[in-house]
């Protein structure tokens, strides 16, 4: 029943976010809390000393503002103002992952840089009828060059009635270092992935089970489990690599994922096997809380005759070179847990690769589970007489192959081969050439 004079004036003493809240109230007052004249002089203040603004004459501003707010159609300096804030907020976060680790070719400010940005993940099932469920709440565990985040819940919709699972960074529209953000503040989606659920149990790759779950993934680097009894979703995980995690996570839209800028590539007409040589590899094999394996590998090459159906090869650990094979600590699995019930699923784990380019930028990078299998050759190897277990990986971008030996007195698995297979198309788009 206030007039909205007396409106606009209670609404001029609310900041930015207040100013969000309160249009969300009703019709008139989404409409008062567009008035150019408030946002303006938000505008304004964000542009400027606070020491600077207090010596300018209230009439002066008054005037300014009025005759700015006039020209403009309602809304325009809050849409400007929003505009300017989180191009601001994401420069910052950007400036804290500018610094690289020499060791993995990535940002080595991550952590600090997810919570300068109060960044945030969740995700959006949507049924068959149109309906959306929001799941957030995840469990995060770090890694060197990953995060693994986790999802459980009791109240799951039914997994046949679902359609398709959306995976988004969500951040404060509004950041404010100086206080904690709010929990129904208003919040900025980026969309990461999309996955479709429908017959998922056919469309996706079985990783393993044990005696409360199945566990199916679902590329890029999404785990499903599933109940055995139910048919239910128990949990969901998904594995993040930090090479491009802030910006798909923070400057994608709700509706387009952020796509990187193209590489531009070190013209080199000195060396005929440019793009060749001099890789470097960063591996990390492990089970949510677990490490297995975690290597680096330096200076590797293909030669010319080593590229052969649309892939070049490069040759991590060889077979017959007993002197670099890799012994795995523990026994590979997956832990999981739900909020009533914890487990882990074995013979799988989740790997976390980085293919840096002898420049040093990250190349090809992933973080995925892969599944191990058994192999039905024996090991011909003089060193190790057991099972040979084999774990593949591939993408659009390459495939991994590796090979592992069981070595029952020692009750431990040993890396015998490990070798990439990189798309030649992967590789003539970084270079600009044609392999």
Do not use: M
């Given at each position: 029943s206030l007039p909205s004079g007396a409106l606009l004036k209670i609404f001029s003493y609310l900041d930015a976010v207040s100013l969000l809240a309160v249009g969300c109230v009703n019709k008139r007052f989404c409409e008062l809390a567009n008035d150019n004249g408030i946002w303006l002089k938000l505008y304004s203040s964000s542009l400027y000393p606070k020491w600077a603004i207090w010596k300018r004459k209230s009439k002066q501003t008054e005037t300014v503002s009025l005759s700015c707010a006039?020209?403009?159609?309602?809304?325009?300096?809050?849409?400007?103002y929003i505009l300017k804030q989180t191009s601001a907020f994401k420069t910052r976060v950007m400036r804290l992952v500018k610094f690289l680790d020499p060791y993995t070719g990535l940002?080595?400010?991550?952590?600090?840089?997810?919570?300068?940005?109060?960044?945030?993940?969740i995700i959006v099932?949507?049924?068959?009828?149109?309906?959306?469920?929001v799941v957030e709440k995840p469990n995060l565990s770090f890694k060197d060059t990953s995060v693994t985040i986790l999802w459980y819940g009791a109240d799951w919709p039914c997994l046949d009635m679902l359609s398709t699972l959306k995976l988004f960074g969500v951040t404060p529209l509004l950041p404010d270092q100086s206080r904690p953000s709010k929990k129904n503040g208003p919040r900025r989606f980026s969309l990461i992935a999309e996955y479709h659920l429908a017959n998922l149990t056919e469309r996706s790759v079985a990783v393993g089970a044990d005696e409360l779950v199945q566990l199916f993934s679902l590329s890029p680097g999404l785990l499903v489990g599933i109940w055995k009894e139910k048919n239910e979703i128990a949990f969901v995980m998904a594995n993040l690599h930090y090479n491009q995690l802030l910006e798909r996570s923070i400057?994608?839209?709700?509706?387009?994922?952020y796509a990187p800028p193209p590489n531009e590539p070190l013209l080199d007409d000195i060396d005929s096997e440019y793009g060749l040589h001099d890789y470097s590899l960063h591996l990390d094999l492990h089970g949510r809380n677990c490490m297995y394996l975690c290597g680096s590998f330096k200076c590797l090459f293909c030669r010319k005759r080593d590229i052969e159906d649309g892939y070049l090869r490069?040759?991590?650990?060889?077979?017959?070179d007993n002197r670099k094979h890799l012994p795995i600590i523990g026994t590979p699995g997956i832990c999981w847990e739900t909020d009533a019930f914890k487990g882990n699923v074995k013979d799988c784990f989740v790997m976390d690769l980085t293919l840096l380019d002898e420049t040093g930028k990250p190349f090809w990078c992933f973080s995925a589970p892969v599944h191990m299998e058994l192999s039905t050759k024996s090991s011909g190897l003089y060193d190790y007489m057991g099972h040979i277990y084999t774990a593949d990986y591939a993408d659009s971008e390459g495939k991994v192959c590796l090979e592992f030996v069981w070595l029952e007195e020692t009750k431990e698995y040993i890396i015998v081969s490990l070798v990439l297979y990189v798309s030649t198309k992967k590789v003539n788009s970084w270079y600009g050439t044609n392999y």
């Open positions: 006039a020209d403009k159609k309602p809304g325009y300096w809050k849409k400007e940002p080595c400010k991550n952590k600090e840089a997810i919570k300068f940005s109060g960044l945030s993940w099932l949507k049924d068959r009828n149109g309906k959306e469920h400057l994608g839209s709700a509706t387009v994922q490069l040759r991590v650990v060889n077979l017959k």
